[in-house]
């Protein structure tokens, strides 16, 4: 079942980003935009975070191995989330509401809301941030521009993005606190 209430507020919410959705996917018409984009948000769906996790206990040592294991615990909680959320929202992606829109790669899914890709970007970054803030130099650009290739590539709205940032903190967030 998903939630009905979704359909009119997409419709609306997609009609009044589309404008800066179009703004932001022509630079998807430079060719050397369009493939460091498109590296960019290879590296987001999980290879840089991956590394990242493999590698600080290397760097910092031991006591990496609990900030490693914690963002692999967050990174399990964001995927479900995600996966729920993406299953009771369903909003069609930007490049398929609008076709004037350049797909810049193949999405990983259907559905737009919310940007996976932001809220394990986010969420990664607030814990590795959290216990690392001398790393911030690296993970903060690297976030940022995980979540501006979203909407470069055509793949989502930006509000699906800042939705997305918005849930990756709350359950990074929220896991200091368990």
């Not at 493939?35 to 840089?48: K, Q």
């Not at 914690?70 to 479900?80: A, E, F, R, S």
């Not at 970054?125 to 940022?144: A, D, G, N, Q």
Request: glycine share 6%; proline share 4%.
């Amino acid at each position: 079942m998903r939630i009905q209430i979704t359909d009119e507020i997409f419709s609306r919410m997609d009609s009044r980003e589309f404008g800066l959705c179009l703004a932001i996917n022509r630079l998807s018409n430079f060719s050397v935009i369009k493939h460091l984009f498109r590296m960019i948000s290879r590296l987001g769906d999980g290879v840089a975070w991956y590394c990242l996790i493999f590698i600080l206990p290397f760097i910092y040592g031991y006591d990496a191995l609990y900030v490693s294991l914690h963002m692999t615990l967050v990174g399990v909680v964001t995927l479900i989330v995600y996966k729920i959320l993406k299953k009771y929202t369903v909003r069609d992606r930007p490049c398929i509401t609008h076709p004037s829109l350049n797909m810049g790669t193949a999405p990983l899914d259907q559905y737009s809301f919310p940007s996976g890709h932001t809220m394990h970007a986010v969420s990664f970054s607030t814990v590795v941030l959290f216990h690392y803030p001398e790393l911030y130099l690296y993970i903060i650009p690297f976030t940022m521009l995980v979540m501006l290739s979203r909407v470069i590539l055509g793949l989502h709205y930006p509000s699906d993005v800042l939705m997305g940032a918005v849930f990756g903190v709350l359950i990074a967030g929220t896991s200091f606190l368990i």
